[in-house]
C-alpha cells in the first residue's frame, strides 16, 4: 500500500485559490491512479478529481470541472489538486486516495490508500 499525506489547506475567500499537494510514500506510486474526494460536514464523501498513472488522463466532478485542475509528479512522489475560483460550497476536508490499478476510477471503493485529509474553508 501507499502512504499519503495532504498538505495546503486554509482559510481563503472566495474567489480565490489554494493548491493541495499528496505526497506519497510507498514504491508503487508511480504506476497507479491517484484521486481527489472531500467530505463537507452533514454530506456524503463527494468525488473531486481523479489522474491515471502517468498523468495523461484525468477527469473531474461536475461540480469542479473547469475550476480546479489535478497534476501529478512520479519523480517527486507527488500529486496536486489546484483549486481556482473557490466558493464556500468547496468548504470541506479534501482527501487524495491511491488505487491500486493505472487506471482512472471515481469509484471510492476502488481506493485502497487514504490520506489524513486537510481542511479547506471558504469564506463568503
Known amino acids: 500500500q501507499v502512504q499519503l499525506v495532504e498538505s495546503g489547506g486554509g482559510l481563503v475567500q472566495a474567489g480565490g485559490s489554494l493548491r493541495l499537494s499528496c505526497a506519497a510514500s510507498?514504491?508503487?506510486?508511480?504506476?497507479?491512479?491517484m484521486g481527489w474526494f472531500r467530505q463537507a460536514p452533514e454530506k456524503e464523501r463527494e468525488f473531486v478529481a481523479a489522474?491515471?498513472?502517468?498523468?495523461?488522463?484525468?477527469y473531474y466532478g461536475d461540480s469542479v470541472k473547469g475550476r480546479f485542475t489535478t497534476s501529478r509528479d512520479n519523480a517527486k512522489n507527488t500529486v496536486y489538486l489546484q483549486m481556482n475560483s473557490l466558493k464556500p460550497e468547496d468548504t470541506a476536508v479534501y482527501y487524495c486516495?491511491?488505487?491500486?490499478?493505472?487506471?482512472?476510477?471515481?469509484?471510492?471503493?476502488?481506493?485502497?490508500?487514504w490520506g489524513q485529509g486537510t481542511q479547506v474553508t471558504v469564506s463568503s
Open positions: 486516495a491511491a488505487t491500486e490499478t493505472t487506471w482512472i476510477t471515481k469509484n471510492p471503493a476502488l481506493f485502497a490508500s
Open positions: 489522474i491515471n498513472w502517468n498523468g495523461g488522463s484525468t
Open positions: 510507498g514504491r508503487t506510486f508511480s504506476t497507479v491512479a
